[in-house]
């Protein structure tokens, strides 16, 4: 019993001190962001806003550089990749479970490939190729090059694998064709894994940060990502400023993690477990 | 004759099956597959000062890898970023698991404080770290001029710059291998565990015989995709370090970044070749994963 209680406390000792490690940047990051300059630039700098909270970094963050703007083009980003990954990952899935697909296990590896070559390893072409169509600045040289993945085909497959064939069975016999039984029948009913993918998605469109950097120039087209990273150089001197708006970057991204936990899990372990 | 209707029809249903793939296939074409081909075709090219490729080379580009000492010095930099990341990731990570695994209070509060980390983007963590490693007027700094320890250069140390660089990465890292680990110990079998705590086996021993065997799949894949990953990594390295001081924080990606766009240096036939190297680096890996060692991995 003794030593049971025992264990027990020297657990709570270093979980606590890792969670105060592990926790401080997101705490900093949250109480900074309400700093003034009196507190971050003294030294040793303040843990909290000593001196009084600054809600006024924010709207200085929103006006120094065209944040608004900039959300605005992450928020579309991130919808179009999103719909597109969902779109193109669910008719594929689609054809390589439900219907007589030619050369099935070759079209299922040519998909698979995708997911094996990383993405800065042909970054150069695809620079040259967006900036030759004169996409550069624009949503749609944003999006393009991730309409599609390996991984969602994959992901959406293993669910419709698991869909009882005495369903579609019925559903033919009512007379539903491949559209409609996709649509009202198969997609409704796959709704945990469809959200899996379009969290997923979501959250490394939002976060993306090589593609968009080179995608943009003009800072009034550019993602909010790579407007926090301009704001750090060139306003080094107010890091609450520079903090507010990573707490405008980071928001939709803490709500998904906080309230889409399950769904996360459920997408990232796909490949983890067989 | 030969074409019986039920063949034809056969072909037909195929045609229409195929159909449904050509949206993801036209993207794979033209921003996956065209480019691989064009990344190839570049890294045999020279470039002229404006970007253009100056016609065919052969392997002087490769053959220029191995002997700039700048990239040597890029590999080595690559070598210690992905195991100084990869390691203390999901060591820590697996930690917070075992330990989230007892019976502790508020476990659901906890679990998903230490996921936060996971909510952060690259570019988010990176500035939030930039700020703390601040010299000047760092947090950092601060608490350890409480103890009397004398400013330290976090990020422009030759001998620091890539131990704080990781140090951020392990941390961004941390949410994610918490979330796999704690998925795979969510599902250990209970009947395994009832049956070795009744023959005695308890904390230590059984995590060490009992659990730790049983999530070998989970760990086993973090190590794989963590690697990948780590090679990957840009974003924290253009934020905080830029690849200084003196190269020391330059990996491969960021190496890339710098000869094909970084002050307009358009060398994109060195840096092709550069990314040929990424490319079989982590194909190679992706093969290792499939073949040799998942047969060493414990499966159920």
């Known amino acids: 019993m003794r030593s049971h209680r025992r264990a027990n406390l020297g657990s709570y000792l270093v979980l606590g001190s890792l969670f105060l ?44 550089i065209p944040l608004g703007n900039q959300y605005l083009t992450s928020v579309l980003q991130t919808t179009a990749i999103t719909l597109g990954q969902l779109v193109t990952s669910a008719l594929a899935a689609y054809a390589f479970v439900f219907l007589n697909l030619r050369w099935r296990a070759f079209w299922f590896a040519v998909f698979l490939s995708t997911m094996m070559i990383p993405y800065e390893s042909i970054i150069i072409p695809n620079y040259l190729l967006v900036s030759q169509w004169g996409l550069k600045d624009t949503i749609a040289g944003l999006a393009l090059p991730f ?3 390996g991984f969602g085909a994959f992901l959406l497959r293993q669910s419709f694998l698991s869909f009882p064939m005495e369903l579609r069975d019925a559903a033919r016999v009512d ?7 996709l649509f009202s029948i198969l997609l409704p009913l796959s709704r945990p894994s469809l959200a899996a993918l379009g969290i997923y998605s979501a959250l490394s469109a939002w976060n993306m940060y090589f593609w968009p950097l080179l995608a943009t120039e003009d800072p009034r087209h550019q993602t909010i990502q790579i407007g926090i990273s301009q704001l750090q150089t060139s306003d080094g001197d107010s890091p609450g400023m520079v903090l507010a708006g990573v707490m405008l970057a980071l928001f939709p991204t803490l709500l998904l993690v906080i309230f889409g936990q399950r769904f996360i899990v459920r997408g990232l372990t796909a490949g983890a477990v067989k | 004759m030969s074409a019986t209707p039920a063949a034809a029809q056969r072909r037909r249903d195929s045609l229409l099956a195929f159909g449904y793939l050509v949206p993801a296939l036209v993207i ?10 064009k990344s190839v075709l570049l890294s045999v090219q020279g470039t002229d000062i404006i970007g253009n490729p100056s016609g065919f080379v052969g392997f002087v580009n490769y053959s220029r890898l191995f002997t700039d000492p700048e990239f040597l010095q890029v590999l080595g930099v ?45 570019a988010t963590a990176s500035v939030i770290f930039g700020v703390l490693y601040n010299p000047a007027s760092g947090v950092l700094n601060g608490l350890l001029s ?32 918490l979330l796999v680990i704690s998925a795979g110990l969510g599902a250990l079998p209970e009947d395994v565990l009832e049956a070795a705590r009744l023959d005695g086996a308890s904390g230590f021993r059984l995590q060490r ?42 990996t491969l990606v960021y190496s890339i970044y710098e000869q094909a766009f970084a002050n307009n240096n358009s060398n994109y036939g060195y840096a092709s070749a550069q990314a040929m190297v990424l490319l079989v680096v982590v194909l190679a890996i992706t093969a290792l994963q499939f073949g040799v060692l998942e047969r060493k991995v414990f499966y159920r």
């Open chain 1, 21 to 64: 490690v592990v926790l401080f940047p997101v705490y900093y990051g949250l109480v900074g962001s309400l700093m003034g300059e009196r507190d971050t630039n003294s030294f040793p700098p303040a843990l909290w806003p000593k001196s009084g909270a600054h809600p006024e970094n924010y709207a200085d963050a929103l006006e120094i």
């Open chain 1, 147 to 149: 309409l599609a993945t």
């Open chain 1, 175 to 181: 007379g539903a064709g491949h559209f409609r039984f």
């Open chain 2, 28 to 37: 794979f074409g033209l921003f996956i597959f065209w480019p691989l081909v």
């Open chain 2, 78 to 122: 690559t070598f210690a970023f992905t195991v100084l990341t990869v390691v203390p990731s999901i060591l820590i990570a697996l930690l917070i698991a075992l330990l989230l695994q007892g019976r502790i209070r508020a476990v659901r509060f906890f679990r998903t404080a230490f996921a936060l980390p996971f909510a952060f983007s690259v």
């Open chain 2, 146 to 177: 409480y103890v009397g320890v004398d400013k330290v250069q976090w990020l422009t140390d030759p001998d620091l710059a890539i131990w704080s660089v990781s140090a951020a990465t392990v941390w961004m890292q941390l949410g994610y291998n």
């Open chain 2, 209 to 250: 015989t009992i659990v730790m065997p049983l999530i070998t799949p989970q760990l086993f894949f973090l190590v794989v995709v963590g690697t990948i990953h780590a090679l990957q990594s840009f974003g924290q390295i253009k934020i905080l370090t830029v690849g200084g001081p003196e190269g020391t924080t330059t």
